[in-house]
């Protein structure tokens, strides 16, 4: 299957509720198109650099190619300060308000084509980060979206999910919202999310986007300004958004003896990573009775000098679990930077993140809805397929990104098959009872209502939340291993889709000794990564391919799994093993007998692969 591209305009159905919100239904005739930019051809005398066109054929050159670029999946993201030695600042002010200006002009289209009628006052918030480029990023913001005829909203510091809320929740209920992140990546970055009130943006409507974004730029000759000739209005969403998350929490608990504060009793450590999240500690856990004596990193500080917010760094998680056993705390709660992912630590300091959240996490919807599906990517292991089996649930594979196991949940709901929780091993979860949104916080609200129902009903054993996933079964072995694609940024799609297709047609043609393309249910592991079963797919961002790997000695023992990165110019090998030193036959197997025999390695860089196939280790 070839990679989509749209060819006609990607406006949003405003009124399509969230569950809704699938690229499934929304986007079929982009399947086998190429990008058509007829509609928006430039004049000549405007071009950056002269170039020989036909008379109908659009100059396509290096200035527009800059702001395509920052395109990453549903995101935008790129360099916003100097210090990466050779990333050169691409995420400009006069980017960015090219991009928000087009942000601001599909909104007003996609609400016009809903009314059927011209729209005025559109109103559109925008929420930050504490990175060091924010402040002036946001300038660009509200100048482009000003450009394009839109009210402006300045939530300050905010998480990704509250952007989205700030469509929903009265009296704000804005009719869109921009998230200025880069989540857990290095201060020198910076990027924009984009949600309406079905959600957030799929990645052909920030391709739409960023193509008239990088037509407004090419074009334009006047630098943004850094003064704004209507200021946006401030407004104070982050505290309702956290009484929203009380609230929750004090009516699912209902404690027959404090209704307000049900945490009191409970020792809760929050570690903030210095990112968005420390509003969790003070606004929503002091508030309803909690000890959050001990948390980590609550002030916001965009240059992150503790370590990386993300529930995934191992520093994050090391400090977490010394401040939870020093406190002899109950849970401890690791936010990114944006608080759209978490990780938790038991009250024994045991760190749950990757398959063991997602784990967690079935365990309290399976209690709550028997027999649901479960939506993961492709590289969970095989052990928590069992676990959630043998809790009567189902279990869904599906293509890496969170944006494509979000989607996949909301179409199987509309499709009739009850899906209550999607989950990534990164981290990002949704729930449908919370619009699908990917909300690190509210994750964590469902493991604190789940560990004070469990102490209510003296069902609690002495790994207090972590009792729920000790019949989780580990694989052996997990490696992720590199391989950068050696080519011009422009062609690095093109040649990573290509040595995966290659991987895909070495496996189907039996070239790889007891490889086989993996099964789950009625799906197959192909076509990046499952085929959807219904008749209109979803298109693909990034080709991948699992398979699962077989031999005499110990029958099925593993899989490998190979992604093309949405985000950077290289190829993700996940490799899994339930036998000592599968992982490391696999990579030999996967070196030899594919890379080099292939000839893929031509234009690949295997340094990583060559390192564990040679040593068992990438040191």
Same mark, same amino acid.
């Given at each position: 299957?070839?990679?989509?591209?749209?060819?006609?305009?990607?406006?949003?159905?405003?009124?399509?509720?969230?569950?809704?919100? +699938?690229?499934?239904?929304?986007?079929?005739?982009?399947?086998?198109?190429?990008?058509?930019?007829?509609?928006?051809?430039?004049?000549?005398?405007?071009?950056?650099?002269?170039?020989?066109?036909?008379?109908?054929?659009?100059?396509?050159?290096?200035?527009?190619?800059?702001?395509?670029?920052?395109?990453?999946?549903?995101?935008?993201?790129?360099?916003?300060?100097?210090?990466?030695?050779?990333?050169?600042?691409?995420?400009?002010?006069?980017?960015?308000? $090219?991009?928000?200006?087009?942000?601001?002009?599909?909104?007003?289209?996609?609400?016009?084509?809903?009314?059927?009628?011209?729209?005025?006052?559109?109103?559109?918030?925008?929420?930050?980060?504490?990175?060091?480029?924010?402040?002036?990023?946001?300038?660009?913001?509200?100048?482009?979206?000003?450009?394009?005829?839109?009210?402006? @909203?300045?939530?300050?510091?905010?998480?990704?999910?509250?952007?989205?809320?700030?469509?929903?929740?009265?009296?704000?209920?804005?009719?869109?919202?921009?998230?200025?992140?880069?989540?857990?990546?290095?201060?020198?970055?910076?990027?924009?999310?984009?949600? +309406?009130?079905?959600?957030?943006?799929?990645?052909?409507?920030?391709?739409?986007?960023?193509?008239?974004?990088?037509?407004?730029? $090419?074009?334009?000759?006047?630098?943004?300004?850094?003064?704004?000739?209507?200021?946006?209005?401030?407004?104070?969403?982050?505290?309702?958004?956290?009484?929203?998350?009380?609230?929750?929490?004090?009516?699912?608990?209902?404690?027959?003896?404090?209704?307000? +504060?049900?945490?009191?009793?409970?020792?809760?450590?929050?570690?903030?990573?210095?990112?968005?999240?420390?509003?969790?500690?003070?606004?929503?856990?002091?508030?309803?009775?909690?000890? +959050?004596?001990?948390?980590?990193?609550?002030?916001?500080?965009?240059?992150?000098?503790?370590?990386?917010?993300?529930?995934?760094?191992?520093?994050?998680?090391?400090?977490?679990?010394?401040?939870?056993?020093?406190?002899?705390?109950?849970?401890?709660?690791? @936010?990114?930077?944006?608080?759209?992912?978490?990780?938790?630590?038991?009250?024994?300091?045991?760190?749950?993140?990757?398959?063991?959240?997602?784990?967690?996490?079935?365990?309290?919807?399976?209690?709550?809805?028997?027999?649901?599906?479960?939506?993961?990517?492709?590289?969970?292991?095989?052990?928590?397929?069992?676990?959630?089996?043998?809790?009567?649930?189902?279990?869904?594979?599906?293509?890496?990104?969170?944006?494509?196991?979000?989607?996949?949940?909301?179409?199987?709901?509309?499709?009739?098959?009850?899906?209550?929780?999607?989950?990534?091993?990164?981290?990002?979860?949704?729930?449908?009872?919370?619009?699908?949104?990917?909300?690190?916080?509210?994750?964590?609200?469902?493991?604190?209502?789940?560990?004070?129902?469990?102490?209510?009903?003296?069902?609690?054993?002495?790994?207090?939340?972590?009792?729920?996933?000790?019949?989780?079964?580990?694989?052996?072995?997990?490696?992720?291993?590199?391989?950068?694609?050696?080519?011009?940024?422009?062609?690095?799609?093109?040649?990573?889709?290509?040595?995966?297709?290659?991987?895909?047609?070495?496996?189907?043609?039996?070239?790889?000794?007891?490889?086989?393309?993996?099964?789950?249910?009625?799906?197959?592991?192909?076509?990046?990564?499952?085929?959807?079963?219904?008749?209109?797919?979803?298109?693909?961002?990034?080709?991948?391919?699992?398979?699962?790997?077989?031999?005499?000695?110990?029958?099925?023992?593993?899989?490998?799994?190979?992604?093309?990165?949405?985000?950077?110019?290289?190829? $993700?090998?996940?490799?899994?093993?339930?036998?000592?030193?599968?992982?490391?036959?696999?990579?030999?197997?996967?070196?030899?007998?594919?890379?080099?025999?292939?000839?893929?390695?031509?234009?690949?860089?295997?340094?990583?692969?060559?390192?564990?196939?040679?040593?068992?280790?990438?040191?």
């Amino acid at each position: 299957m070839a990679a989509a591209s749209a060819s006609t305009s990607t406006s949003p159905n405003f009124s399509t509720p969230l569950h809704n919100n +699938t690229n499934l239904k929304t986007f079929p005739n982009y399947l086998h198109t190429k990008l058509a930019f007829s509609s928006f051809s430039l004049p000549f005398n405007k071009c950056i650099r002269a170039s020989a066109t036909k008379f109908d054929e659009v100059v396509v050159d290096e200035e527009m190619d800059k702001i395509r670029r920052l395109q990453n999946g549903s995101d935008v993201r790129g360099v916003a300060l100097e210090g990466e030695k050779g990333r050169p600042v691409d995420l400009t002010p006069p980017a960015v308000e $090219a991009i928000a200006e087009s942000f601001g002009e599909w909104v007003i289209s996609g609400l016009e084509t809903q009314k059927g009628h011209p729209v005025e006052n559109v109103r559109v918030s925008l929420g930050r980060d504490p990175r060091i480029s924010g402040a002036k990023l946001s300038t660009a913001v509200f100048a482009g979206l000003a450009r394009a005829g839109c009210m402006t @909203f300045d939530m300050g510091l905010a998480t990704t999910p509250a952007c989205f809320m700030s469509t929903l929740l009265a009296p704000f209920m804005y009719d869109a919202s921009i998230m200025m992140t880069a989540s857990h990546l290095p201060y020198t970055r910076n990027g924009l999310k984009f949600f +309406t009130k079905r959600g957030g943006l799929t990645s052909l409507e920030v391709e739409e986007i960023c193509d008239k974004a990088a037509r407004k730029y $090419a074009n334009r000759l006047a630098k943004v300004s850094t003064m704004l000739s209507v200021l946006p209005t401030k407004v104070d969403f982050m505290s309702a958004y956290a009484k929203h998350l009380r609230e929750i929490i004090k009516e699912r608990v209902n404690h027959p003896l404090h209704y307000d +504060t049900p945490l009191q009793g409970f020792q809760i450590i929050v570690n903030a990573g210095n990112g968005s999240g420390g509003f969790f500690t003070f606004d929503v856990l002091d508030k309803l009775g909690a000890d +959050t004596f001990g948390s980590l990193h609550l002030n916001p500080d965009g240059m992150f000098p503790n370590h990386i917010p993300n529930p995934e760094d191992k520093t994050a998680m090391a400090l977490t679990r010394a401040a939870v056993l020093e406190n002899s705390a109950d849970l401890g709660i690791v @936010f990114d930077t944006d608080v759209d992912r978490s990780g938790v630590v038991d009250k024994k300091g045991n760190p749950i993140n990757g398959d063991k959240l997602i784990a967690l996490m079935a365990a309290i919807v399976l209690k709550e809805n028997p027999g649901s599906t479960i939506v993961t990517d492709a590289r969970t292991s095989m052990g928590l397929t069992r676990f959630i089996t043998d809790r009567g649930g189902h279990h869904c594979l599906y293509r890496v990104g969170y944006r494509n196991v979000i989607d996949k949940g909301a179409q199987l709901n509309h499709d009739g098959i009850e899906t209550h929780l999607m989950m990534e091993t990164s981290g990002h979860g949704a729930l449908k009872e919370n619009h699908f949104l990917d909300d690190g916080a509210y994750m964590v609200v469902k493991i604190i209502i789940e560990m004070v129902r469990m102490k209510l009903a003296e069902s609690e054993d002495e790994e207090g939340i972590g009792g729920l996933i000790k019949d989780l079964q580990e694989p052996c072995e997990s490696v992720e291993l590199r391989i950068n694609i050696v080519s011009e940024a422009r062609h690095a799609k093109a040649k990573g889709s290509e040595a995966i297709e290659t991987f895909r047609k070495y496996i189907e043609e039996g070239k790889l000794k007891g490889w086989e393309l993996d099964a789950c249910g009625d799906c197959w592991v192909s076509e990046g990564c499952l085929v959807d079963s219904n008749d209109t797919p979803t298109p693909i961002d990034a080709y991948m391919y699992r398979a699962k790997v077989s031999n005499d000695q110990d029958g099925e023992h593993g899989w490998v799994h190979m992604r093309q990165s949405i985000h950077n110019p290289n190829i $993700a090998v996940n490799l899994q093993s339930s036998v000592q030193g599968g992982c490391w036959s696999m990579a030999r197997a996967f070196r030899d007998d594919f890379l080099k025999s292939s000839g893929v390695d031509a234009f690949l860089d295997i340094t990583q692969i060559d390192k564990f196939a040679e040593n068992g280790t990438v040191a």
